[in-house]
């Protein structure tokens, strides 16, 4: 374990849990840095998912899959009556690191698929992009 009292692990748990918004989870990561020396990459990776799912909580998105290769972002069936040129504005998006936009039709389910170079910065590009899904 990283850290190995398993008190301390639950606080910062509950400090993870508990934040509200991007600073808190940077203030987390400097105290951790501080008490406890380098963050490892899977400690890093927890809370900058627990980050993406604070930040993307009021969006359109029912939920985000990470792939070596590709971000799919599952959206409600209705996403498309929420207008403003949603659609363009998604296909319009460029970045370094996405080769191509796809969607895809389900049940009562779409999907947005970026397709993407392997090893990308999945954190980076889930914070660059995350406007394109929200209304207005």
């Known amino acids: 374990y990283y850290i190995s009292n398993s008190e301390d692990r639950f606080s910062f748990y509950t400090k993870i849990h508990s934040a509200e918004k991007s600073a808190d989870f940077k203030d987390i990561k ?5 008490r406890y020396g380098q963050i490892p990459k899977e400690t890093k990776s927890f809370i900058n998912l627990a980050e ?4 993307y ?8 899959n990470i792939n070596e290769d590709s971000l799919v972002f599952k959206l409600p069936d209705e996403f498309q009556s ?7 504005r998604i296909l319009s998006y460029e970045s370094t690191s996405v080769i191509k936009i796809r969607f895809k039709k389900d049940i009562d389910s779409v999907f947005v698929v970026f397709l993407t ?9 889930l914070i660059n992009c995350i406007s394109l899904f929200y209304k207005g």
């Open 82 to 88: 929420a207008g403003d040129g949603l659609i363009s």
């Open 57 to 64: 909580r009021d969006s359109l998105v029912n939920n985000i």
């Open 52 to 55: 993406i799912s604070l930040l």
């Open 117 to 125: 170079k392997k090893g990308f910065d999945w954190y980076g590009e």
């Open 30 to 34: 400097n105290e951790l840095k501080d």
